[in-house]
T-cell receptor
Framework: DAKTTQPTSMDCAEGRAANLPCNHSTISGNEYVYWYRQIHSQGPQYIIHGLKNNETNEMASLIITEDRKSSTLILPHATLRDTAVYYC???????????FGTGTRLQVTL | GEEVAQTPKHLVRGEGQKAKLYCAPI?????VFWYQQVLKNEFKFLISFQNENVFDETGMPKERFSAKCLPNSPCSLEIQATKLEDSAVYFC??????????????FGPGTRLTVT
């Protein structure tokens, strides 16, 4: 699975959009971009995934560049409950293991 | 059920003792994964199953770790002769399979193993 690079930490004011970048320059054509987060010491929580097109769900939006070498996770209106470590992972899909990097620690503040 | 269940929540073992962890995947999910989180951010994949068959065991330390997923039973991860370095949170995840589509993994709350 391709390696990803994320900033170690980011801050965001409550109510503002949080934009979390991820580089995955060695991604293969059959690899998806997945985002998970871990709040405190809970189990990782799935957020969103995509292959080529931008995706949106009730939690977030995922913007993937045309060359697929990078992506951005957008939390449109961050709340204190969004404080977590966010992991960007590339994977070939359902049966494949997830290779977690060190993630981005997002701190949402008042 | 609709959530991945893991038991016990906490497990304390003396060095050299056996530890056994259990995971009940979401009903209908074909794939089960085990991960180890030693430090806060470091996850390590251990093993995955497709139903009761081992699918990928590339992360398993072969000497002391074993795992099973038997029909009509929770999956289990067993560590023989635990070492201090096995202290970690062990997460189980399950995933459905539906043709060629890609699906996410649903994680359980984890079992915290402390080896003293």
């Amino acid at each position: 699975d391709a390696k990803t690079t994320q900033p170690t930490s980011m801050d965001c004011a409550e109510g503002r959009a949080a934009n979390l970048p991820c580089n995955h320059s060695t991604i293969s054509g059959n690899e998806y971009v997945y985002w998970y987060r871990q709040i405190h010491s809970q189990g990782p929580q799935y957020i969103i995934h995509g292959l080529k097109n931008n995706e949106t769900n009730e939690m977030a939006s995922l913007i993937i560049t045309e060359d697929r070498k990078s992506s951005t996770l957008i939390l449109p209106h961050a709340t204190l409950r969004d404080t977590a470590v966010y992991y960007c992972i590339v994977s070939t899909g359902t049966a494949s293991k997830l290779t977690f990097g060190t993630g981005t620690r997002l701190q949402v503040t008042l | 059920g609709e959530e991945v269940a893991q038991t016990p929540k906490h497990l304390v073992r003396g060095e050299g003792q056996k530890a056994k962890l259990y995971c009940a995947p979401i009903k209908g999910h074909s794939y089960v994964f085990w991960y180890q989180q030693v430090l806060k951010n470091e996850f390590k994949f251990l093993i995955s199953f497709q139903n009761e068959n081992v699918f990928d065991e590339t992360g398993m330390p072969k000497e002391r770790f074993s795992a099973k997923c038997l029909p009509n039973s929770p999956c289990s991860l067993e560590i023989q002769a635990t070492k201090l370095e096995d202290s970690a949170v062990y997460f189980c995840a399950s995933s459905p399979t539906w043709g060629q589509l890609s699906y996410e993994q649903y994680f359980g709350p984890g079992t915290r193993l402390t080896v003293t």
